[in-house]
């Protein structure tokens, strides 16, 4: 098994509608991340969190929530689905303040606003 | 954390030697130089960090001059399996989050 994991792998929603993606973890890290990536474009970061009771916004959190419901657990939220929210998006994870060669990311969610 | 600068794409043949430079003018005394790769349709993974000087190991070096304001990956004897984006990133060792720029996409060709 992937030590990260995420659901679903593909994705097609409709416009305004409600969308959980969730990651889940076998590594044990306490820091979870979620990042988008759109076509040529770099990963840029939407939302991270350090442990179950920490949530933070990254670059590009408008029209995002996220909930981290166990060490393991942490699931991006799209409360009205638009089609510039059609991308990539990666589940990451790390140890606590980790040198940068301490990242795991998942396979990744292929998600289409239609 | 210090912006980074690379080139958009490159494109090589089987079994040459592939350098990627990097720009990182305003790097900081405590940055690391880290590079990371992502294939097509996967999450990016490590594939070697430093910070100063030159660090090698199974997949690729890293040169870095004595100002550290620049740095090159090289990838020794390119298959097609290393066709890929590669990632730059500068920052301190321990830091909270990996901010990354568009990369440089290595297409290799037969």
């Known amino acids: 098994d992937a030590d990260v994991t995420q659901t679903p792998r593909n994705r097609i929603t409709k416009t305004g509608k409600r969308i959980m993606l969730e990651c889940s973890q076998t590594?044990?890290?306490?820091?979870m991340y979620w990042y988008r990536q759109d076509p040529g474009l770099g990963l840029r970061l939407i939302y991270y969190?350090?442990?179950?009771?920490?949530?933070n916004k990254g670059e590009i959190s408008d029209g995002y929530s996220v909930s981290r419901q166990a060490q393991a657990k942490f699931s991006l939220s799209l409360e009205s689905a638009i089609p510039n929210q059609t991308a990539l998006y990666f589940c990451?994870?790390?140890?606590?303040?980790?040198?940068?060669?301490?990242?795991?990311f998942g396979s990744g969610t292929r998600l289409t606003v239609v | 954390l210090a912006k980074t600068t690379q080139p958009i794409s490159m494109d090589s043949y089987e079994g040459q030697e592939v350098n990627i430079t990097c720009s990182h003018n305003n790097i900081a005394t405590n940055d690391y130089i880290t590079w990371y790769q992502q294939f097509p349709s996967q999450g990016p993974r490590f594939i070697i960090q430093g910070y100063k000087t030159k660090v090698t190991n199974e997949v690729a070096s890293l040169f870095i001059p004595a100002d550290r304001k620049s740095s090159t990956l090289s990838l020794p004897r390119v298959s097609l399996s290393d066709t890929a984006v590669y990632y730059c990133l500068v920052g301190p060792s321990g830091t909270d989050k990996l901010i990354f720029g568009t990369g440089t996409r290595l297409q290799v060709f037969p």
């Open positions: 990451a994870t790390s140890e606590s303040s980790t040198a940068f060669y301490g990242y795991t």
């Open positions: 969190s350090f442990d179950v009771k920490d949530i």
């Open positions: 590594k044990g890290h306490d820091r």
